[in-house]
């Protein structure tokens, strides 16, 4: 159907009814652009949606912009090329530099499964093929155009944009995009209203469509606890077990905010003598970006310099396992955030049977990993090809999180100075969105929609 003039159309193409794959299209007189392009993650249903075909023709969509460096909104770029793409990406600086870490591990995960599913016969092909591989993501590294805040970045005759800050992970960014003069507020995921290391959401006051995350849609983050008196506790119960205490975390701002508190507590002097290690490659290559792009940061030059002074850095393999191998008391920070692989599953081997250890979540598990399963209560879990008890301590700290909760979503909504025509509400589990739907509705009367997969609405 031909589209009438000054009418432009918005199709969820993922990230609607779940929590992953986000990619939004916006199409005007022919031209298509991209907002995120993320990967299905989570249960198998969901994961098998990136092995789909692709619902219209990557050739024909002129940009992508992306609005920060998680997987579920970046992973599923080098896809996107191989079938035909070939348009520029746009991004903050760093999140073009995180991108690119965040890709590259997604590709070397895929890679070492599928020659595992190959070598183990549970393929049903003779040779299972990943994803997509390092390679791919190297042909779509020279497609990306880095750009400051609010710098605006014109598309075509039809189309531009800006990025605002959006507080939830370094560079992330709200995607501010004006199409034949309307304003269209796309938020990516939203930080939290007083995020620990990065700048706060930017308050924008008028938008004629806004499409909204909603994540943390149902509940309110426990802001009761000081989170760094609760690591403090945690630290040193581990000290008087002479036990090790192993943090799982996210490689990205979560491990950042560790080395952060860790900090902090030596600061005030509260700190008592241990290791501190970070075992994790991609922590490490994410915390020299954190270390470039300081003036993205709240925290001083000097903080974020002495920050990582004081952690001790494991470079490679050998080093690895020469820290699983030593029986000293320590604090371990380590990939992947939710034990679906990394290093952090060398170290559980060695202490999950030990009641003196400590297993200490500090973000998100999503449905189907292993730390759901730890963090719910399972006494056996399956790794390295076995089954194995959970007799160490399991602690958590569910207060960090980068995205903003109900209350702090619905804060940054009473700020625009005008209703917007409609409100959007995508990246959610159904009854995430449902509960903030109601909200939005009951308290601000705004028109509010849930769209699902594929569906595509005619705005003007
Ligand atoms: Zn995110």
Redesign the pocket.
């Known amino acids: 159907m031909k589209i009438m003039d000054n009418e432009f159309k918005i199709q969820f193409l993922g990230g609607a009814g779940t929590v992953t794959g986000s990619k939004t299209l916006v199409e005007v007189e022919g031209k298509r652009l991209l907002i995120d392009c993320g990967l299905f993650q989570g249960l198998k249903e969901l994961r098998k949606m990136n092995w789909m075909d692709f619902p219209i023709d990557p050739a024909s969509i002129d940009a992508v912009v992306l ?4 997987l ?2 970046c992973g599923y770029l080098p896809l996107l090329v191989k079938k035909g793409f070939s348009g520029k990406i746009h991004c903050t600086r760093p999140t073009l530099n995180l991108t690119e870490v965040i890709l590259k591990d997604s590709a070397k995960i895929q890679e070492e499964d599928a020659e595992r599913a190959t070598s183990h016969g549970y393929s049903k092909h003779e040779k299972a093929t990943p994803l997509y591989e390092v390679k791919d993501v190297m042909e779509c590294m020279p497609l990306f155009e880095g750009h400051e805040l609010n710098e605006w970045v014109i598309l075509n005759e039809y189309m531009k944009f800006e990025f605002l800050n959006s507080g ?2 370094l560079g ?1 960014a709200f995607v501010n995009l004006i199409v034949n003069g309307k304003k269209v507020l796309f938020t ?2 939203i930080g939290r209203m007083e995020p620990m290391l990065l700048y706060p959401p930017k308050h924008v006051k008028e938008a004629d469509y806004i499409v909204l995350e909603s994540t943390y849609g149902d509940r309110n983050h426990d802001k009761s606890k000081d989170v760094k008196n609760e690591l403090l506790e945690i630290i040193n119960e581990t000290i008087k077990n002479k036990g090790t205490l192993m943090i799982p975390s996210f490689a990205v701002e979560r491990t950042q905010e560790i080395m952060y508190l860790i900090y902090k507590l030596r600061q005030e002097r509260k700190f008592p003598n241990i290791d501190v290690f970070l075992d994790s490659p991609m922590g490490m290559n994410a915390t020299n970006i954190f270390h470039q792009y300081y003036e993205w940061q709240k925290i001083s030059t000097k903080e974020i310099n002495e920050m990582y002074h004081d952690i001790i850095f494991i470079k490679d393999i050998l080093q690895s396992k020469a820290l699983v191998a030593d029986n000293k008391s320590k604090i371990v920070i380590a990939g992947s955030g939710m034990i679906e692989g990394g290093r952090i599953l060398h170290h559980l081997n060695k202490h999950i049977e030990n009641p003196n250890d400590t297993l200490l979540f500090v973000g998100f598990q999503g449905e189907g990993t292993r730390g759901r399963s730890i963090i719910e209560g399972d006494s056996e879990i399956k790794f390295f090809g076995q089954f194995r008890e959970v007799r160490c301590n399991i602690r958590s700290i569910s207060s960090l999180s ?2 903003g909760d109900r209350e702090e979503m619905m804060d940054w909504l009473r700020k625009f100075n005008s209703p917007p025509k409609t409100i959007f509400l995508n990246h959610g589990e159904p009854h995430q969105t449902e509960a903030l739907r109601v909200k939005i509705q009951h308290e601000l009367h705004w028109k509010v929609i849930v769209p699902k997969l594929q569906e595509s609405f005619e705005l003007k």
Request: charged content about 15%; proline content about 0%.
């Open positions: 609005t920060h460096a998680h579920d909104h939830h992970i992330g990516g995921d980068s995205h």
